[in-house]
Nanobody, 130 residues
Framework: QVQLVESGGGLVQPGGSLRLSCTAS????????IGWFRQALGKEREGVSC????????DYADSVKGRFTISRDNAKNTVYLQINSLKPEDTAVYYC???????????????????????WGQGTLVTVSS
């Protein structure tokens, strides 16, 4: 069964940090680009970050550049999203996803387009509040 499972969300104060994890199963993880998306209450889902199969290509939304860092450990079938200097506007459900298209480490690998996503995780909630 092809699956992505997120973890690491929680309640954090403004300025705090979290590390989200996305663990894959059921497919050859190191072939594929993985993306992180988020959806705040009442808003559309938006792309946050993306990483190519070996990590050679990464991409960030302007709103998170300099605060979020994406990485992956292919031996553990896991992608991480380190989120620092959290703001209340970062409050959202965070999802990881893949399109199961072999982009390699080309410039086509990122950003990951929502309309081509084949597998979504169930999401993990990040709440930033004092």
């Amino acid at each position: 069964q092809v699956q992505l499972v997120e973890s690491g969300g929680g309640l954090v104060q403004p300025g705090g940090s979290l590390r989200l994890s996305c663990t894959a199963s059921g497919f050859t993880f190191d072939y594929y680009t993985i993306g992180w998306f988020r959806q705040a209450l009442g808003k559309e889902r938006e792309g946050v970050s993306c990483i190519s199969r070996t990590g050679g290509v990464t991409d960030y939304a302007d709103s998170v550049k300099g605060r979020f860092t994406i990485s992956r450990d292919n031996a553990k079938n896991t992608v991480y999203l380190q989120i620092n200097s959290l703001k209340p506007e970062d409050t959202a459900v965070y999802y990881c996803a893949t399109d199961l298209i072999i982009h390699g480490d080309s410039s086509w690998a990122c950003p990951l387009r929502q309309e081509t996503v084949e597998v979504w995780g169930q999401g993990t909630l990040v709440t930033v509040s004092s």
